[in-house]
Nanobody, 123 residues
Framework: EVQLQASGGGLVQAGGSLRLSCAASGFAFDDYAIGWFRQAPGKERERVSCIIGSDGRAYHAASVKGRFTISSDHAKKIVNLQMNSLKPEDTAVYYC????????????????WGQGTQVTVSS
């Protein structure tokens, strides 16, 4: 059974940092892409970052490029999202998700979702 356990959310002031972690189990880490999405109230779920398990290729949305970094720890089967220079508009529930590498974490091609973790950035 595929399981994705997200953690690390919280409340932080604008300009601060948080690190989210997604612990994966139940599938071969290198055979998939794992990513982070976020959903703010009243908005659609947005793909934030994605990393290919086998080779580490990464994608970051334009809105977070240069501030967020996705990385993976193969030994621990964990994907981290380091979020720096946080802005109030980054406030959302963040979800980790898994897809086939070819789908690069496309929202319509997600195989499994983890539970969300709330990130709140105060101004």
């Amino acid at each position: 059974e595929v399981q994705l356990q997200a953690s690390g959310g919280g409340l932080v002031q604008a300009g601060g940092s948080l690190r989210l972690s997604c612990a994966a189990s139940g599938f071969a880490f290198d055979d998939y892409a794992i990513g982070w999405f976020r959903q703010a109230p009243g908005k659609e779920r947005e793909r934030v970052s994605c990393i290919i398990g086998s080779d580490g290729r990464a994608y970051h949305a334009a809105s977070v490029k240069g501030r967020f970094t996705i990385s993976s720890d193969h030994a621990k089967k964990i994907v981290n999202l380091q979020m720096n220079s946080l802005k109030p508009e980054d406030t959302a529930v963040y979800y980790c998700a898994v897809s086939l590498p070819l789908d690069y974490c496309s929202a319509s091609r997600i195989n499994a979702w983890g539970q969300g973790t709330q990130v709140t950035v105060s101004s």
